[in-house]
Each structure stands twice: as structure tokens, then as C-alpha cells.
């Protein structure tokens, strides 16, 4: 029996999934197969509807 | 991303994949591979001294090839872990040829040619599977000639334009005009090199080499060994040279991209390809015009499409609001072809349907707003995982439990279960996390039990 999760992917999905688990004191395990996270959202200029910066 | 890489309780494998998982809700065994990065992330500071030495050139896929990269490097400048990598298929070193300049310049001694892949085991109670999406390839739709015409680019290509960070600084440079750009680049050092070797001549002769070839070709020298080795390398130098000057003029009339063709639905409702709406695409058309106007006040664009879907909070909004300050014009309907005009200027033929009329216009630059297509590497994950797809491919849900996949303790969020934007991402993730969790608490409860 584990009260760790995993996590496959590291884009803008699978960060706030982390994010939200290991605040609530969860153990996350995030694999991401590129070299860092961001995922596409990274690669974004600004984001619609409000032109904040992507990241 | 920074709050990923600094919490306590995420450990992130980055540049890992997942192997082998076995096991059921609760009680997970999954074997993980850390892939060689052959740089030690223990000693590795992310300073960047080694790519910058690094002799190697490779196209940047994080930039969509539009510039390059070193054959070590961070993902971006502000990846997460900054840890650099070093891509093992086009370094010199791990390919036989001497080289090694990476590791003398890493202050840290990061740099370890023989480090291997690691495998972790794991145990864990649940998984989710975020594993994104992939852009599609529009060179699948031969009329709008994609690979053919540089100045049609995709839209995630034009993120990359529109980046102060990118490529062009946030200019909007054209494909084309930059291609023109770069080969001036090349001709001026194969120039800078034939004019070194005239140097030589000039010297010793005390004239320029213009003024010697005049004479020499009108005979002034029938014998002389030494002066025809000179006036072929002038030859030489002028089949450079000669060009050279041409492609010069014609860059100083290059200008940034003004007018501008968003074409909707690219791979999306069309029944060659995906019948599905790919959701966020009329409105990433939307904001890269409204960026683009942003750039330059003069900047027109036209979006073509069969209708504009803006729902979502605040979509509708921007839409009109777009319209109204950023020369942004709608127009409905279905572009047909794509063709090449003159000066690189794409020309998009189409039919109005509000007209009723075949129309042409020509633009400086096309955009393809592409289909959010399933990611190319899910049928190998899901696999390994053990859950299902559905028949284009994303992740098997259904309505009323939208991120439980196939099998009890797997969920699924983000654009890996349906084509979604970022809010709604978001949305999905939480609610992954939550029902998550709820495995872990239920482990909670049965190991009470068991105590009581
Ligand atoms: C041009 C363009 C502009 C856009 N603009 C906007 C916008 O302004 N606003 C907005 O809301 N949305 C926008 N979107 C949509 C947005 O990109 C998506 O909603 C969002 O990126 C989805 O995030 P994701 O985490 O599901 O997927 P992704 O961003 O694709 O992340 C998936 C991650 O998983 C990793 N991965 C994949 N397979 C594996 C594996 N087997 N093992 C481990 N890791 C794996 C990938 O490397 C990646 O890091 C835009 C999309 C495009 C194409
Ligand atoms: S060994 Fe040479 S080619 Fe390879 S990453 Fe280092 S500097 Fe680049
Ligand atoms: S969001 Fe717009 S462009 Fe994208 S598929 Fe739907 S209708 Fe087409």
C-alpha cells in the first residue's frame, strides 16, 4: 500500500494536478519525458482571453 | 512551473519515461527510466557556459526549427530543472569525433560522457496521465502547400515569432525574407574567405585586384603563372561576390509581416482527418492577430473561417473586441487553395459563402490554425499503463466521470482526454487530483480499520 501518486506529463495539466496533490501533503512523483517541464503552454507567446504571459 | 520544481513534495523526473506498471487501485508497482542526460544534475548549475561554446548546431524544436540550438542545452532559457542535456545523437563526442569542449569549459564538472540510464521503482496508489497533445502536420492537406510556400506557417510557429524570446525577437520577419537573410549570412564568410586569399596578391603587387583584373583580361600579362592564379581567385570571387550584392539590394526593401490570413480549422471538422472542433483555435487566432496588431498598428488581419467559436468566459468579448481594435476582419468561409504570388506573397483563394463569390487576395504571411490531434506517443503509453483510447485516439472517458479512464485508481486531464484550452485544463486537472486523492484517503481508512 502506497499514499504516493504519479503523474505522466508535465504540461500545464499535469503541473496543477501536482501542484494541487502535493498541497495536500500528497507525495508526487511528476515524470516528464523532455528535459524540462511547460509543456506546450511554454512555447506560447501569451495566453487568450486575458494576453497574460504563458509562463 | 518554478512552484513545481520547488515543492517539497513533488519529485520531478524530467527527461524520464514510464516503463512498466503493474498492480491495481491503491497499489501501483511502476518501473521508471531516467534517461542519460550525460550531465550530472547533482553538480550542473544551468549556467550555460557549455552551450555557449559548443560548436555543434542543431534545429530547435522548441522554437519549431525556426532557429537553432547547441547539441547541449536547456529545453528553454528558463526550463525547469535547468539542467542541461546533451543530445546524444548529434554530439560530436558521443559520436566518435573529437571534441570534448563541454566538459572543459563546465566550471562544475557536470559534464560525464558515461553516465548511464538510470531505473527507479515506484509504488504509488494512483496515476494521471497528462500526457498533452500533438500539433497537426498540415502538410497532410496538400492544397494549402505548407512545406511548398515558406510564408504559410502554423500557428504554433507564430507563437514562436510573436516571442520577445524566439527567433525573431518578436518580430514579425517572414519565412522567406529570414531564409534570404540567412544565405547572405553564409556568402558573406565564403566572400570574407576568397578575400583573404587576394590579400596576399594585393600586397605583394601593391594594387587592387579590380584594377589588376581589368588589365589582365585585356592580355596585359599572356605569361605570367603567378598573376592567372590571381585572377582565378578573382573569378572566384566574384561568382561569390556578384550575388552577393544582388541579394543585399533586394534585403534592404525586406519588410516586416502587415497583412495577415488566419485560416480556421486546419485538420479540424473535416472529415479527412478529425471530424471533432479542436475547441481553441478560433481563439488563438484571435489573440496572435491581436498581438500582431500590438507589434504594429498598422497590422490587417483576416480570419477566415466557417464560424467563429467563442464560448468560454470572456471569449465572445475579445472576439468583438478584436474586431473593433485590431483591424482584425471575419470572413466566412472555406479557403480551397493556397497559391504562391509574387514577392513570396501567399495568395488564399476561398469562397465567401456570405457573398456567394470565388475571391483571391494576397497576404504577407498565412497562418494555419492546426487541429489539437492525439499525441503520437499514446498508443505506446496507454499500453504500458493498461487504459483504454477511444477511436481518434485520447483517452476513454465518459460524460459523467470525464477524467476516470478504463481502469479504477487512472485518471486523465488535459488535452490527453479531449481537445481543451488552458482554463479548462486547469479544471480538469484539479478534478483529476481530487479524485486522486481520494484513492490515498481511502488507503487512509482501510489502514484504520485494519489498526481498530
Ligand atoms: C498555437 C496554439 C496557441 C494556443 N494558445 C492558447 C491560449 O492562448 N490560451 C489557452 O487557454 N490555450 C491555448 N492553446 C491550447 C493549449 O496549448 C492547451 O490547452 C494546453 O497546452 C494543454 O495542456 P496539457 O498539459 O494537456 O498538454 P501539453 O501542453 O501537450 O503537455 C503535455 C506534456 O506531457 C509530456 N508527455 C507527453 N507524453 C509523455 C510521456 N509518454 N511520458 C512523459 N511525459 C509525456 C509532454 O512532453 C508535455 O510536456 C493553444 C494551442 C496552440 C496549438
Ligand atoms: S562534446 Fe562537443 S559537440 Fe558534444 S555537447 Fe560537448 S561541446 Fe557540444
Ligand atoms: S476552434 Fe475554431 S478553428 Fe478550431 S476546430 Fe473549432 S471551429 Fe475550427
Known sequence: MSKDILVIGGGIAGMQSSLDLADMGIKVHLVEKLPSIGGKMAQLDKTFPTNDCAI | MLDVGRHPNIELLAYSEVEKVEGEAGNFSVTVRRKARYVREDRCTGCGACAEK????????????????????????????????????????????????????????AIDFDQKDRIL??????????????????SQIPEYRYQEIPNVVTAIEFERLLSASGPTGGHLDRPSDRAIEADIEEMEKSAGKSQKA???????????????????????????????????????HLTVVEPLEALRKKAEGFDVARRLAFIQCVGSRDFRFYPFCSGYCCMHSIKEAI????????????????DIR???????EYKI????????????GRVAEIVEGPDNNPVVIYEDTRERKVKRQEFDMVILAT?????????????????ELDPYNFLKTSPLSPVDTTTPGIFVCGCAESPMDVPESVAQASSAAERAAEIVFQTDLIKEKAVA
Open chain 2, 54 to 109: 559548443c560548436p555543434t548546431l542543431v534545429p530547435d524544436a522548441f522554437n519549431e526549427g525556426l532557429r537553432n540550438r547547441k547539441a547541449i542545452y536547456s529545453l528553454f532559457a528558463q526550463g525547469i530543472p535547468s539542467t542541461h542535456t546533451i543530445d546524444a545523437d548529434h554530439c560530436r563526442q558521443m559520436n566518435g569525433k573529437k571534441c570534448g569542449i563541454c566538459a572543459k569549459t563546465c566550471q562544475a564538472e
Open chain 2, 121 to 138: 521503482e515506484l509504488n504509488v496508489a494512483a496515476i494521471i496521465i497528462a500526457a498533452g497533445y500533438d500539433v497537426f502536420d498540415p
Open chain 2, 321 to 332: 473586441r478584436g474586431g473593433n481594435h485590431s483591424n482584425i476582419t471575419y470572413v466566412r
Open chain 2, 198 to 236: 587576394l590579400v596576399k596578391f594585393e600586397e605583394k603587387y601593391g594594387e587592387s585586384s579590380a584594377a589588376f583584373y581589368e588589365k589582365y583580361q585585356s592580355g596585359a600579362y599572356p605569361d605570367d603563372e603567378d598573376r592567372k592564379k590571381w585572377a582565378d581567385k578573382y573569378a572566384d
Open chain 2, 371 to 387: 487541429a489539437c490531434a492525439p499525441s503520437k506517443g499514446i498508443a505506446a503509453l496507454v499500453k504500458t499503463v493498461g487504459v
Open chain 2, 291 to 306: 498581438i500582431a496588431h500590438e507589434h504594429g498598428p498598422d497590422t490587417t488581419s483576416t480570419i477566415f473561417g466557417m
Open chain 2, 310 to 316: 467563442a464560448v468560454g468566459k470572456g471569449f465572445e
